[in-house]
């Protein structure tokens, strides 16, 4: 029986709406939420709320009328394949309580390890509120500087996907525009009326004295804890942002004197620019810090126009290289995170995961590498501060099925399968592919990618199905990844070479 798990590909037309009309349409269901459960990868607790009688039985599904886009996502089977299909192989309900879903940052409890990362998203003391009220356990503010900036207009670019969904992420954004002064009342606001809240005081010096000076001034208004940004590719005048966060030497320094002006945690996050991570935190753990707070974006360049030969974002005929985020970026954090939570110089730092969340199974795969906190900017730009309820949903539903009492328990467990070499990969058996002939709707695909890039072992039948030639098979799974119905799996035999 195949796993009954639902896919982005089954509703690429839906718009995630504000306020969604289908919602408002229906009277019986919010299917909003349920889509985005969906959308979300968190279509088993989606499951679990949902009603012990389908009330979409019959229902002449007025939710499809409504759309923004009439009839092309298909709402109603959506719904009946969450009451159907999933809800029955559930093995268990969603938890009642977020309980398991609490642990600490530095020894200061956090309600949930997800917070805001330091950038537009947490920006003011308004967007902070709301991110509050809708379930964040707190947020690392844009970071607080004594510059005079002025941002660029556009600042934002994108490569998108099929739907229109953001893949990868660039900005040439700065450090927040407010003075420290009215930074410094925000968090004092917040802290007041949000007091289990994480306050993350995210800070630029240009000298010894102004980290020392910000740092200071953080803790005396309510900050839990520092981050030191070493990191931001938009800011390297003078040896500001990511210039440092690439010599040690002034990572330790900066670290030392942020960590003279107060007694609060500090953690320093630190560039992807680099070959190794792991200089820089040993060398910020030298220098006072707690933590270490990683990946920044990668600098970058994307969408030349073939027309004007200016990249994006095009400012007056002038583009700049900028910083890269987005799921695209999520394997080269998590490298990083699996560098950082493997090296025993940096044991019992915590390490703040970010790039690329989306989803609770993007944040899991952090925790299992050695992350203690989850941080999120492109995510709630694109979809809102509204995705933390598939977050924690998401997160919470697999603790309990994994039998785990609390987060921290898969922190790490990931770990010690991942090698920095490939010498230690077993080479002498061959996992053969799966075809599931039943989900094969005859495209070829498979057979094609087999040819042009793997080893022709995949032939058309007569019935447009595909023929594996064991003989000529290495076991490689091209196939696997290119089905656009995944209809292909793994076997469970494994043939050993001779």
């Known amino acids: 029986m195949f796993q009954k798990i639902m896919f982005r590909s089954d509703m690429l037309r839906c718009a995630l709406c504000a306020d969604a009309p289908c919602g408002r349409a229906c009277g019986r269901l919010d299917t909003a939420v349920f889509l985005r459960s969906i959308w979300f990868d968190?279509?088993?607790?989606?499951?679990?709320?949902?009603?012990?009688?389908?009330?979409?039985?019959?229902?002449?599904a007025p939710c499809e009328d409504a759309c923004v886009r009439a009839h092309e996502v298909p709402i109603r089977s959506l719904m009946t394949r969450l009451h159907d299909e999933v809800k029955p192989d559930l093995e268990l309900p969603l938890?009642?309580?977020?309980?398991?879903?609490?642990?600490?940052?530095?020894?200061?409890?956090?309600?949930?390890?997800?917070?805001?990362?330091?950038?537009?998203?947490?920006?003011?003391?308004?967007?902070?509120?709301?991110?509050?009220?809708?379930?964040?356990?707190?947020?690392?503010?844009?970071?607080?500087?004594s510059f005079d900036?002025?941002?660029?207009?556009?600042?934002?670019?994108?490569?998108?996907?099929?739907?229109?969904?953001?893949?990868?992420f660039k900005n040439i954004e700065q450090l927040s525009d407010h003075s420290v002064t009215e930074n410094m009342e925000i968090f004092r606001r917040l802290k007041a009326k949000y007091p289990t809240k994480f306050i993350l005081a995210s800070i630029m010096g240009q000298n010894d004295?102004?980290?020392?000076?910000?740092?200071?001034?953080?803790?005396?208004?309510?900050?839990?804890?520092?981050?030191?940004?070493?990191?931001?590719?938009?800011?390297?005048?003078?040896?500001?942002?990511?210039?440092?966060?690439?010599?040690?030497?002034?990572?330790?320094?900066?670290?030392?004197?942020?960590?003279?002006?107060?007694?609060?945690?500090?953690?320093?996050?630190?560039?992807?620019?680099?070959?190794?991570?792991?200089?820089?935190?040993?060398?910020a753990r030298r220098g006072g810090a707690d933590g270490i707070a990683a990946i920044n974006t990668i600098k970058s360049v994307i969408n030349v126009n073939p027309y004007t030969y200016v990249s994006?974002?095009?400012?007056?005929?002038?583009?700049?290289?900028?910083?890269?985020?987005?799921?695209?970026?999520?394997?080269?954090?998590?490298?990083?995170?699996?560098?950082?939570?493997?090296?025993?110089?940096?044991?019992?730092?915590?390490?703040?995961?970010?790039?690329?969340?989306?989803?609770?199974?993007?944040?899991?795969?952090?925790?299992?590498?050695?992350?203690g906190s989850i941080q999120v900017t492109t995510a709630v730009m694109?979809?809102?501060?509204?995705?933390?309820?598939?977050?924690?949903?998401?997160l919470n539903m697999y603790l309990a099925e994994a039998g785990f009492s609390a987060v921290d328990e898969a922190r790490g467990l990931a770990l010690?399968?991942?090698?920095?070499?490939?010498?230690?990969?077993?080479?002498?058996?061959?996992?053969?592919?799966?075809?599931?002939?039943?989900?094969?709707?005859?495209?070829?695909r498979c057979a094609i990618s087999c040819a042009d890039?793997?080893?022709?072992?995949?032939?058309?039948?007569?019935?447009?199905?595909?023929?594996?030639?064991?003989?000529?098979c290495v076991g490689c799974h091209l196939c696997v990844l290119v089905c656009p119905e995944r209809a292909i799996g793994s076997a469970r035999r494994r043939i050993t070479r001779a």
């Open 453 to 472: 890039g793997g080893h022709q072992a995949i032939r058309f039948g007569e019935d447009r199905k595909p023929v594996l030639d064991g003989k000529k």
């Open 312 to 371: 994006e974002p095009s400012v007056h005929g002038m583009s700049a290289i900028g910083g890269y985020s987005g799921n695209a970026v999520k394997p080269i954090s998590l490298r990083f995170i699996t560098e950082m939570g493997q090296n025993p110089a940096l044991a019992g730092m915590h390490l703040s995961a970010m790039g690329g969340v989306e989803t609770w199974k993007d944040a899991l795969e952090y925790i299992l590498l050695g992350a």
């Open 95 to 145: 938890p009642d309580t977020e309980e398991r879903l609490r642990t600490r940052l530095c020894g200061i409890p956090l309600e949930n390890p997800f917070l805001l990362s330091s950038s537009v998203v947490a920006s003011t003391y308004d967007m902070c509120a709301r991110a509050f009220e809708a379930g964040w356990a707190g947020a690392a503010f844009k970071t607080i500087c």
């Open 149 to 168: 900036i002025h941002e660029a207009s556009p600042r934002f670019s994108a490569i998108t996907g099929d739907n229109g969904s953001i893949i990868g």
């Open 42 to 60: 968190d279509e088993k607790a989606a499951a679990s709320r949902f009603p012990a009688e389908n009330p979409c039985a019959g229902c002449p």
């Open 209 to 283: 004295e102004e980290w020392e000076e910000l740092s200071r001034l953080c803790e005396e208004n309510g900050a839990d804890a520092v981050e030191l940004n070493f990191s931001c590719p938009n800011m390297m005048e003078g040896g500001l942002g990511s210039d440092i966060g690439q010599v040690p030497e002034l990572v330790e320094r900066f670290t030392a004197a942020a960590r003279r002006g107060a007694r609060i945690p500090i953690l320093a996050k630190l560039t992807p620019n680099v070959d190794k991570m792991s200089p820089a935190a040993e060398a």
């Open 416 to 444: 010690e399968s991942v090698s920095e070499t490939t010498d230690v990969i077993e080479r002498d058996t061959i996992n053969f592919p799966k075809f599931h002939r039943e989900k094969c709707i005859g495209c070829g």
């Open 382 to 394: 694109q979809y809102g501060y509204r995705i933390i309820d598939d977050l924690k949903a998401g």
